[in-house]
Nanobody, 119 residues
Framework: QVQLVESGGGLVQPGGSLRLSCTASSSLFRLYVMGWYRQAPGKQREYVAGISTDGSTNYRDSVKGRFTISRDNAKKTLYLQMNSLKPEDTAVYYC?????????????WGQGTQVTVSS
């Protein structure tokens, strides 16, 4: 099972930006379809974005045009650039290998990184 470490979260004002990173332990990272999920207090974990091995991407509607998912296979790292942040983006963000670009985590999760959007 791949080990994942997320980082880059923090407190940001509405309209601000953050870049999240997720570093994987496995050299097979380049073969994984990868995704970002988030979980807000009292809510279910939800799919945010995914990226395939060929760079194809998919986003939930509420983040389209604001978030960009990318990957660096040489560094075994997944990124999520988040711009124009809104208070409703506040959540713990997790990365995970996914089975398709519609989501469906394989069940390997990191510890998550907290993103708080507040003035």
């Amino acid at each position: 099972q791949v080990q994942l470490v997320e980082s880059g979260g923090g407190l940001v004002q509405p309209g601000g930006s953050l870049r999240l990173s997720c570093t994987a332990s496995s050299s097979l990272f380049r073969l994984y379809v990868m995704g970002w999920y988030r979980q807000a207090p009292g809510k279910q974990r939800e799919y945010v974005a995914g990226i395939s091995t060929d760079g194809s991407t998919n986003y939930r509607d509420s983040v389209k045009g604001r978030f960009t998912i990318s990957r660096d296979n040489a560094k075994k790292t997944l990124y999520l650039q988040m711009n124009s942040l809104k208070p409703e983006d506040t959540a713990v963000y997790y990365c995970t290998p996914i089975r398709t670009l519609r989501g469906d985590s394989t069940g390997s999760w990191g510890q998550g990184t907290q993103v708080t959007v507040s003035s």
